[in-house]
């Protein structure tokens, strides 16, 4: 008698089960590109890129689904930008330009988790939060001479998105904040502006295959 009931009990336990896992979606992959601002350092950047604090950014992501609402992701995501070195007198002076190229590359590389708000929508809000290491490079040329500064720091993730389909391809947008505290600040306008962290906002598009 008992072993009947533990086995009507284990019959229903996996009828509810099964669905949920039929549902939960699995391995994914995208492509997104869209805008990045240096909101953390906004004076420092303005100052080398002619007034503009951001620019184009491009990346990549891989995810997989745990169950129906939470997923965990890795992603990568480039920001580049072209600019002039320059001097700064004090923080309440215009910025100088100097004449000497100047290149800048960001490339955070993180991992999160996040959840999904309505799951078997079609239109899917979702959050997140991550961590991960962020690279920075620093290219100048003064005098014929290339000057290269580099570092790498942890950096930390806030995702707001909205997917929408529900099939093999979808679409998302997606605003992430990022914050990578000292990777700036030791020399030039940073230092002047006492401005170390590289991080800031981004939104960006994104085209989702699920195989």
């Known amino acids: 008698m008992h072993r009947r009931v533990v086995g009507v009990g284990l019959a229903i336990l996996v009828g509810a089960v099964m669905p949920q896992v039929a549902r939960a979606e699995g391995f994914a ?22 007034g503009s604090a951001g620019g184009p950014a491009f990346g990549a992501f891989v995810r997989h689904g745990l169950g129906r609402s ?3 992701g890795v992603g990568a995501r480039m920001f580049r930008r072209t600019g002039e070195r320059a ?7 215009p910025p100088f330009r100097l004449g000497h190229p100047l290149k800048v590359r960001l490339l955070p590389v993180y991992a999160l988790v996040g959840y999904r ?7 899917s809000p979702y959050l997140g939060l991550g961590a991960g290491i962020l690279s920075y490079r620093e290219e100048s040329t003064v005098a014929g001479e290339v000057i290269t500064e580099t570092a790498s720091k942890p950096s930390f993730h806030g995702v ?3 997917e929408y389909g529900r099939g093999s391809i979808r679409f998302a947008v997606e605003g992430m904040y990022t914050t990578a505290p000292n ?29």
Do not use: H, Q
């Open 87 to 93: 001097f700064v007198a004090d923080k309440n002076s």
């Open 117 to 123: 708000l309505s799951p078997d929508s079609t239109f």
């Open 29 to 50: 992959i995208g492509l997104e590109g869209g805008y990045y601002d240096m909101t953390n350092a906004r004076n420092s950047a303005k100052a080398v890129f002619e």
């Open 70 to 72: 939470f997923f965990v």
């Open 160 to 162: 707001l998105g909205l």
């Open 183 to 211: 990777t700036i600040g030791t020399s030039g306008v940073s230092k002047v502006y006492d401005e170390s962290d590289v991080g800031g906002a981004s939104v960006v598009g994104r085209i989702i295959f699920v195989p």
